[in-house]
């Protein structure tokens, strides 16, 4: 298990594709977290709306359409930061190469089952294009929303991907610092990070 400093470390992308990635990432997120807090305004108003007589058309249609950008366009950034549910208390605990090539092991299977998703998740756009789908009531178009579903797979696939390469050196020199691959930290490694920022941030 890495130290606090190397999980600082580990999880600032190096290289150029992994730094634009990263920024790319950290976009979506943002636009996601704006994404989630409009939509709860807007959920309000037309409660509030409602209960007075006037309701906001179609204020729960865009509140439904919106759900695709806050439960799928974070999803990449969290692969980075290794917050994704995981059950790793054997892996973790693993010497050297072996624990890195399970990793990449399942990194690889998390590829492909993402590269599936992308695929008929395309599909699915395409369909809904091409036939004009859109909500029931107000006619709005849905494929704006649903473009949105292979995009942030798409990303989710490179993120994996680079994931790959940092544990494929890892196996090749397993002495190395891990670069470009999420690690967990124990409760002390946690506290030891913040002790750290909060001294650096005085400083």
């Known amino acids: 298990m890495a130290g606090a400093s190397e999980h600082t470390e580990v999880n600032t992308p190096v290289g150029f594709f992994p730094t634009i ?29 409602r209960i007075l007589g006037a309701p906001i058309p179609a204020y729960l249609e865009i509140s439904e359409l919106a759900i695709a950008v ?29 624990r890195w090539f399970i990793e990449l092991l399942g990194s690889v299977v998390s ?23 859109s909500t029931y009531d107000y006619e709005i178009p849905t494929w704006p929303a649903k473009l949105l579903v292979p995009f942030a797979f798409s990303v989710w696939a490179l993120r994996i991907l680079v994931e790959i390469f940092g544990y494929f050196e890892l196996i090749i020199s397993p002495n190395n610092r891990p670069r470009n691959i999420p690690l967990t930290l124990s409760p002390e490694e946690e506290a030891r990070l913040e002790i750290e920022q909060s001294s650096t941030s005085t400083d």
């Not at 790319?24 to 709306?49: K, P, R, W």
């Not at 439960?71 to 605990?93: C, E, P, S, W």
């Not at 089952?113 to 756009?125: E, K, N, T």
């Open 21 to 49: 990635l990263a920024k790319l990432e950290d976009m979506l997120n943002i636009f996601a977290a704006v994404t989630i807090f409009a939509v709860m305004l807007l959920t309000t108003a037309g409660i509030v709306s």
């Open 70 to 98: 806050f439960a799928f366009l974070g999803a990449a950034y969290a692969q980075r930061l290794g917050t994704h549910i995981r059950l790793d208390m054997i892996v973790k605990n693993l010497p050297g190469s072996l």
């Open 111 to 133: 590829l492909l089952l993402v590269l599936v998703l992308v695929r008929y998740s395309w599909d699915f756009f395409l369909n809904a294009y091409h036939i004009g789908d």
